[in-house]
């Protein structure tokens, strides 16, 4: 469903050039729900970014259902880090206006029972006529994600949509985002990117580890857990302590080669 091969992003700078992503190469079946996990200034974002038709990359081609992206389409729906919602917007308002901004062949009244249907779904349905400003973190994020559901996208685009929520709230927005992933006929395809090594492990499919600066996919490892998954049962399982710590090991090592190897961190601890 996506196919992204040897995607380049270079920002130029006045006196250099940054390369952001350096010929990244992945392919996303529909349904899939794939986890992108790397440290800051990977390139996880600009590569989020440039599938939803938010940029253009600087090379290489990246299609969605066979199609070139060249812009934003309704198809692909982002869930970012600061939830963009409309702060004059009632949450009802929120949800009703994207659903009629990506169906407008539906009638208003549709619109609304359809915003209704999803601001139950996130338990927001009491707060419908409240503005974002007066809804907590968690509640704003749920609005997000309802709208990104409401408007009926086949690809789902997550930017880190929990890391600014507290362990109880990330654990409670991880288990809504799968029960309505799983809810539909048809199974979304999800590209999620996340530093959290647990939620990759809980929510995907397959990790794709990404390498420090210049961003390149250093191993893409399949998650090899059935679902429904539950969290007591993965902590006492071998396997997924065995394949915890190897991706911790990953990042950790690509992340201090980055910063000029072990030689270099023992003397600075030193």
Same mark, same amino acid.
């Given at each position: 469903?996506?196919?992204?091969?040897?995607?380049?992003?270079?920002?130029?700078?006045?006196?250099?050039? @940054?390369?952001? #992503?350096?010929?990244?190469?992945?392919?996303?079946?529909?349904?899939?729900?794939? &986890?992108?996990?790397? $440290?800051?200034?990977?390139?996880?974002?600009?590569?989020?970014?440039?599938?939803?038709?938010?940029?253009?990359? @600087?090379?290489?081609?990246?299609?969605?259902?066979?199609?070139?992206?060249?812009? $934003?389409? $309704?198809?692909?729906?982002?869930?970012?880090?600061?939830?963009?919602?409309?702060?004059?917007? @009632?949450?009802?308002?929120? +949800?009703?206006? &994207?659903?009629?901004? @990506?169906?407008?062949?539906?009638?208003?009244?549709?619109?609304?029972?359809? &915003?209704?249907?999803?601001?139950?779904?996130?338990?927001?349905?009491?707060?419908?006529?409240?503005?974002?400003?007066?809804?907590?973190?968690?509640?704003?994020?749920?609005?997000?994600?309802?709208?990104?559901?409401?408007?009926?996208?086949?690809?789902?685009?997550?930017?880190?949509?929990?890391?600014?929520?507290?362990?109880?709230?990330?654990?409670?927005?991880?288990?809504?985002? +799968?029960?309505?992933?799983?809810?539909?006929?048809?199974?979304?395809?999800?590209?999620?990117?996340?530093?959290?090594?647990?939620?990759?492990?809980?929510?995907?499919?397959?990790?794709?580890?990404?390498?420090?600066?210049?961003?390149?996919?250093?191993?893409?490892?399949?998650?090899?857990?059935?679902? $429904?998954?539950?969290?007591?049962? %993965?902590?006492?399982?071998? /396997?997924?302590?065995?394949?915890?710590?190897?991706?911790?090991? #990953?990042?950790?090592?690509?992340?201090?080669?980055? %910063?000029?190897?072990?030689? /270099?961190?023992?003397?600075?601890?030193?």
């Amino acid at each position: 469903m996506i196919a992204i091969d040897r995607v380049s992003m270079v920002f130029p700078d006045r006196d250099r050039r @940054t390369v952001a #992503l350096d010929e990244v190469s992945l392919r996303v079946g529909e349904g899939e729900f794939v &986890a992108i996990l790397g $440290p800051s200034g990977c390139g996880k974002s600009t590569l989020l970014e440039l599938v939803a038709g938010l940029s253009g990359s @600087t090379g290489g081609s990246l299609l969605v259902d066979g199609r070139p992206v060249t812009e $934003p389409g $309704p198809e692909r729906g982002m869930v970012f880090q600061d939830y963009s919602l409309f702060p004059w917007m @009632t949450a009802q308002e929120n +949800l009703e206006f &994207a659903i009629e901004q @990506t169906n407008g062949h539906h009638s208003r009244e549709e619109n609304r029972k359809k &915003a209704e249907e999803y601001l139950g779904a996130v338990g927001l349905k009491a707060w419908a006529q409240t503005y974002p400003q007066r809804l907590s973190g968690g509640m704003r994020q749920r609005l997000a994600i309802a709208r990104m559901f409401a408007i009926g996208s086949k690809i789902f685009l997550m930017d880190e949509p929990f890391g600014a929520l507290d362990s109880l709230n990330r654990a409670y927005m991880q288990d809504l985002l +799968l029960g309505l992933w799983k809810r539909g006929e048809t199974d979304r395809t999800v590209l999620f990117v996340t530093h959290d090594v647990d939620e990759a492990l809980l929510l995907s499919d397959r990790i794709v580890v990404m390498t420090p600066s210049p961003g390149r996919i250093r191993e893409t490892i399949d998650v090899p857990f059935g679902r $429904p998954r539950e969290r007591e049962h %993965l902590n006492s399982d071998e /396997r997924y302590l065995e394949l915890r710590a190897r991706l911790l090991r #990953l990042l950790y090592d690509e992340l201090v080669d980055s %910063l000029g190897g072990r030689t /270099r961190l023992r003397a600075e601890l030193a």
